[in-house]
């Protein structure tokens, strides 16, 4: 497969908070198998359009969505798409990690389990080693998978959501600013395992600090005030940006 | 300048004011202090393995042999069955109101009857309760009591689970649902297993109260010497069985009847006291 080739396609996507809205007729290919992260100051629809990917704006009551999102080229919005389906596919690492409320094993086994996806408790065994591993958590974990989730420090946390993220067999990992809770030794920690992650699943990130930007993507959309400005390849966005925004944002004016 | 403590309004003011709140909080640990002194000291020396093994034996309420193994037998086959039905009912009304209504209309509305109802004296529910079994002829037995106490418990369970749920952290039903879970997964997974301490307490509070009251089981289980041996049997109760000893006019069966008193306490303690500690090594895996 061509390292060229979209994974996901966002045509003319509007989205509406109540009255005001937060998408502009958005269009945009996201490329298979590299990281890309979204830009903008924050307010700028950054967490909107990436939760447009996995279905998540509808959780809020008053948003209304319009336009077309395809992943693979299937319409994630169309009447007779699964939501759990699409949710499957299209994983999510959050702001914030949240662990579920039960054992270390549990998180990762449990999503396995909701799609009847293993049987056997030495299957189980095998795939909860190895997720944890992917996501660079085995070593701490391995004498204590039993002990609650909540018991982890922050950092191991979110490697916990991520494994528990990459069990269901995604193809897409969605990250919604993954670090901004976490120290810095946590935060690289993430940012390695997720550039050691992109050979095998679409990344896409939020994220506001820019020295991050240039360390994980590949390509880069840069978004102001609910409009996307610029889309392109790194370097080309980092070092050759076309529109002024772009530069502005760049060169850290807001 | 001047470091040195000066005693002016404000001052005394606070010092009045702890003193009142001090006060205040210690007329609850003097009063359960002195319930549990008066009981012990008149119930304890009437306390015997006769009167916990044993079922009342003719002329019992004169001062006979026998014991109140039919009232403890009653009341934890009466608030058991009540609480576990209670608990049927009140756990999917505490989950629809957080997973399905939130704080809609109809939600509201439900929260409204459920503090209606919390409100509503015991003696009215078993009044409730004894029109409708003899509109449908049924006679005093054990199940009439346990429904009736399910009734009893259910607001103060649901309104204690409910509170338990509004502290759910909204970013964790997203967590489960990120990974592809149904609404009714997260609900069954994964709140509540996070609300699990909580729902702990909940049961006991509401066992607490369905296996102290007296007035909701006076007509629907009724009262009788006997071990209830169906759910259809009149069942008796601890409460009521104070209340009868104590209305006798002979000392040694009002002792007696701090003795069930004692008897009541202690299962209650021990309820509460499993449950601390239940509720407590479950509390390890709420996510904060």
Redesign the interface.
């Known amino acids: 497969m061509s390292k060229l080739t979209s994974h996901i396609q966002i045509k003319n996507l509007d989205v509406y908070y109540g009255k005001s809205q937060a998408l502009k007729n958005i269009s945009i290919e996201i490329p298979r198998n590299q990281i890309t992260v979204i830009m903008g100051p924050s307010g700028c629809g950054k967490t909107t359009l990436l939760k447009s990917m996995n279905r998540f704006l509808e959780l809020n009551d008053q948003t209304r969505i319009t336009g077309t999102v395809l992943v693979d080229g299937e319409d994630i919005y169309a009447r007779d798409a699964d939501v759990t389906e699409v949710r499957k596919t299209v994983g999510l690492l959050a702001q914030r990690p949240f662990p579920l409320p039960m054992s270390i094993y549990d998180n990762v086994a449990h999503g396995m389990h909701i799609h009847q996806m293993k049987s056997g408790r030495k299957k189980y065994d095998e795939a909860v080693e190895h997720y944890l591993k992917l996501a660079g958590l085995w070593d701490e974990v391995k004498d204590r998978l039993h002990e609650p989730a909540a018991s982890l420090s922050i950092g191991q946390q979110q490697r916990l959501c991520l494994a528990r993220g990459l069990a269901v067999e995604p193809e897409i990992i969605l990250g919604d600013e993954p670090t901004s809770a976490l120290d810095p030794i946590s935060s690289q920690h993430i940012e390695k395992i997720l550039l050691g992650l992109k050979n095998d699943y679409t990344i896409v990130i939020v994220s506001h600090i820019l020295r991050q930007a240039r360390r994980l993507a590949d390509y880069v959309l840069f978004m102001y005030l609910g409009e996307l400005i610029e889309a392109g390849p790194a370097h080309q966005v980092f070092e050759e940006p076309k529109m002024e925004q772009t530069r502005g944002y760049l060169s850290g004016q807001f | 300048m001047g470091m040195k403590k000066k005693w002016r309004k404000r001052h005394i003011i606070e010092t009045l004011f702890k003193g009142i709140m001090f006060l205040s909080s210690s007329v609850v640990v003097f009063c359960l202090g002195y319930i549990l002194w008066t009981i012990i000291i008149k119930g304890l020396p009437a306390l015997s393995w006769e009167m916990i093994s044993q079922v009342p034996q003719g002329g019992y309420y004169l001062g006979k042999e026998g014991g109140i193994l039919n009232a403890i037998i009653g009341s934890l086959y009466l608030a058991t069955g009540g609480t576990l039905l209670a608990l049927l009912i009140s756990l999917p009304i505490a989950l629809y109101m957080e997973t399905y209504m939130g704080t809609s209309r109809w939600g509201n509305l439900v929260r409204l009857a459920l503090d209606v109802l919390w409100g509503i004296p015991s003696i009215v529910y078993g009044a409730f309760g004894f029109t409708i079994m003899l509109a449908i002829g049924m006679r005093a037995s054990l199940l009439g009591g346990i429904i009736v106490l399910a009734l009893l418990e259910i607001p103060i369970m649901v309104r204690a689970m409910d509170e338990v749920i509004r502290q759910m952290?909204k970013?964790?039903e997203?967590?489960?649902?990120?990974?592809?879970?149904?609404k009714l997964?997260v609900a069954l997974?994964?709140v509540i297993?996070?609300m699990?301490p909580g729902i702990v307490s909940a049961v006991l509070l509401a066992f607490g109260r369905g296996i102290g009251d007296a007035a909701s089981v006076l007509f629907t289980a009724g009262y009788t010497d006997r071990i209830p041996t169906s759910l259809m049997s009149p069942t008796a109760s601890l409460p009521l069985a104070i209340f009868f000893q104590l209305s006798t006019p002979f000392p040694e069966v009002q002792q007696r009847a701090y003795a069930a008193a004692l008897v009541l306490t202690i299962i209650v303690l021990v309820i509460s006291l499993g449950s601390r500690w239940l509720s407590s090594r479950l509390e390890?895996?709420?996510?904060?």
């Open positions: 952290p970013d964790l997203q967590a489960a649902l990120a990974i592809g879970s149904t997964e997974h994964v297993r996070q699990l390890k895996f709420v996510i904060k």
